[in-house]
């Protein structure tokens, strides 16, 4: 392998990465406001959506800036509704694996108070790999 085939599996590396991270914070973002949320009493798919919003806003700012920050050269008003719409098809997704997993979770656990949490878990694990090669290839695709 020459030095040049390695430079951009390493930049998409490094790239992945930097979404990694940004996709943590706003994760655990996501989690804080559901859990709050939760606690305040509303219905899960409610308080799912609300959470998941506002990791959407924080992971497109910092994606936008960091991940690929080629990416400021380009509208962000455009990004920002390719940004919206892939996340948004990974909410419906993210819904659905919270939803269908939480009532097995709270079978195995003996409740349901808190059977959202290991469902919300998995929910995010997969839709990170939508989430990533959709904007990747879409939304961010010229940088």
């Known amino acids: 392998m020459t030095t040049l085939s390695i430079i951009p599996q390493n930049k998409e590396a490094t790239r992945f990465a930097r979404f990694l991270t940004v996709g943590a914070v706003g994760t655990v973002l996501d989690f804080s406001i ?5 606690l ?25 800036l960091w991940t690929f920050g080629d990416s400021a050269k380009v509208d962000w008003r455009r990004q920002l509704a390719q940004f919206t719409l892939v996340s948004l098809v990974g ?7 919270v939803l269908s997993l939480e009532g097995l979770f709270g079978a195995m656990l003996g409740s349901s108070q808190w059977a959202y949490l290991p469902a919300k878990v998995i929910a995010t694990g997969m839709v990170v790999f939508w989430n990533y090669f959709a904007n990747r290839m879409w939304t961010f695709k010229n940088n």
């Open 91 to 97: 909410l419906a997704l993210n819904n659905l694996i």
């Open 34 to 38: 559901l859990t709050l949320l939760k």
């Open 40 to 64: 305040a009493g509303l219905p899960t798919l409610f308080a799912n959506s609300i959470s998941f919003t506002a990791g959407l806003l924080n992971n497109f700012t910092w994606n936008r």
